[in-house]
């Protein structure tokens, strides 16, 4: 964690700079003397601020001359590198300029070591974003072929049905109806494949509502539409004419105005797709005729 230093602490260290070897400084009282004076203030109390924090930025050696005591002060190599860390990078140049041969070099040495720091910092976040990309590709690259995978299984599924219903719609090829011998042969029932899963279900439900939306726009075609939803195997017609019924809008339909509850007379069966997950689809609605008269309500 950075320690940050008072203003003091760093003038002090600015005019360290500017002397070769250890600095003498003579005054009365070793605890109040001052650094050149005027430019900062005292090295005692900037040399207690970073025994506080843990640091060692000037060598202070005291000794007495008489009575008069004399204190030799010297910057130390973390002293150098702790200003250049309260310093911004702009002002280097002007630390490089104040700042004696030796202690110059020293500036350039902790610099160096900044850098190649700061470098092997970016090289370690380079390698955890490198990483973190490499784990995304590969999360993307698994979810591309699940969806790949699954998407193949549809189109499969697709096209077994598409197969299958092709199949039905071939006109039928013209096949004796007995064997050389005069025996008959038996005419086996259509038994059409059943969806094996969701996907074959759901291209089932929609084929067949596509064939009710035709056999509800075309009536001139609806006994072919009827064939082909027998030959379906999962289409059944509900609704017996002639029957009665309390109209309700989900079942029945009328080419009247019918109110719910009125009492009707089935005039055409419907047709409802029996799914093999037990989810009916009422494809073609009960048509129904009001019941007029004494009925009426």
Request: glycine share 8%; with cysteine; proline share 6%.
């Amino acid at each position: 964690m950075s320690t940050a230093l008072s203003d003091s602490t760093l003038a002090a260290l600015r005019k360290a700079l500017t002397f070769e070897g250890e600095i003498r400084l003579r005054t009365k009282s070793v605890e109040s003397y001052s650094l050149l004076g005027g430019g900062a203030k005292s090295v005692i109390a900037a040399e207690k601020e970073c025994l506080d924090s843990g640091l060692a930025l000037f060598d202070v050696r005291s000794e007495k001359e008489g009575r008069t005591a004399v204190a030799y002060v010297r910057i130390t190599s973390t002293g150098v590198a702790k200003l250049l860390e309260c310093t911004p990078a702009q002002e280097y140049a002007e630390l490089l300029r104040i700042a004696t041969p030796a202690h110059s070099a020293a500036i350039q040495l902790a610099l160096a070591s900044t850098v190649e720091t700061q470098l092997a910092s970016l090289d370690f976040h380079r390698a955890e974003i490198v990483a973190k990309e490499v784990a995304l590709l590969e999360q993307f690259r698994n979810v591309v072929e699940a969806r790949f995978g699954s998407l193949r299984s549809e189109t499969e599924a697709i096209q077994k049905r598409k197969q299958y219903f092709e199949d039905l719609l071939k006109p039928p090829s013209v096949k004796p109806e007995v064997l050389n011998d005069g025996t008959p042969i038996p005419k086996l029932p259509i038994d059409p494949p059943k969806p094996g899963n969701e996907v074959e279900e759901n291209y089932q439900r929609r084929i067949c509502q596509e064939l009710a939306e035709l056999y509800n726009e075309s009536p001139d075609g609806r006994e072919a539409v009827e064939r082909v939803f027998y030959m379906t195997g999962a289409m059944c017609q509900i609704g017996e004419i002639g029957s009665e019924v309390v109209f309700d809008g989900r079942f029945h339909q009328s080419t009247a105005r019918v109110l719910p509850g009125t009492k009707c007379r089935i005039s055409a069966p419907g047709w409802v797709y029996e799914s093999p997950s037990g989810n009916p689809s009422y494809l073609v609605k009960i048509a129904v005729d009001p019941i007029t008269g004494g009925g009426d309500k």
